[in-house]
C-alpha cells in the first residue's frame, strides 16, 4: 500500500480470527527510503472473530506502507486498515483501508512435484561404515538403584 505524501502511522486495526497466536510486523520505507522492519507486535489467540489494535510507535512513518502476519496456526483475517495522516502538515486524521486479498473457504488440491513411487522396490547401500571384528565394552555412568527395587523377569525371545 503506498500514499503520495509521507503518513505518520498511529494505529493499525485488524478484523480477524486468530485462533492461534501471530506475529504482526510492519515495513515501512522511511526513514532512509528503504523498506524495512519498523514494528513487531504479538496477536494473542482470539475466542471468535474479533478487532484487534495495535497502537504503533509515534515516529512510524512512511510513503510506502507493508504489513505482515505470520501466524503459529489457524488465522482467519476479514480485513485491515491503518489510521494515519500526512506528515508535516495539519491534516486530520483517516481511516485507510488496506487491500487483503480474499481467502476462498473451500480447498482445492494442489498436484506437487513428487515422484510416483514405484511398484517395485530395490535394494540401495546405505553409506554406513563396516563395524570392527572386535569390540571393547565401554562402562556406562549408571546410578545404582536403590534399595527397594524389584527384579522383573522380562519375556525375551531365545
Keep these: 500500500m503506498g500514499f503520495e505524501k509521507v503518513q505518520f502511522y498511529g494505529i493499525v486495526e485488524i478484523d480477524c480470527n486468530a485462533v492461534a497466536q ?5 515495513y515501512t520505507d522511511q526513514p532512509a527510503g528503504v523498506m524495512a522492519l519498523r514494528e513487531t507486535r504479538t496477536i ?3 475466542s471468535g472473530r474479533q478487532v484487534v489494535r495495535i497502537r504503533l510507535a509515534g515516529t512510524t512513518k512512511g510513503k510506502l506502507l507493508r504489513p505482515e502476519i ?3 496456526g489457524l ?3 476479514y ?3 491503518v489510521w494515519a495522516r500526512v506528515a508535516g502538515a495539519a491534516a486530520p486524521w483517516q481511516w485507510y483501508a488496506i ?3 480474499e481467502t476462498p473457504e473451500a480447498w482445492t488440491a494442489v498436484k506437487l512435484p513428487i515422484e510416483p513411487t514405484p511398484d517395485e522396490w530395490s535394494a540401495v547401500k546405505l553409506p554406513i561404515p563396516e563395524s570392527g571384528e572386535e569390540w571393547t565394552p565401554v562402562k556406562l555412568a549408571v546410578q545404582p538403584s536403590s534399595e527397594t527395587a524389584e527384579w522383573i523377569d522380562l519375556p525375551m525371545d531365545e
Design 79 to 81: 480485513g485491515m486498515r
Design 44 to 46: 494473542a489467540a482470539t
Design 70 to 72: 505470520v501466524p503459529t
Design 75 to 77: 488465522f482467519y483475517l
Design 99 to 101: 487491500p487483503v486479498v
Design 22 to 26: 501471530a506475529v504482526f510486523n510492519l
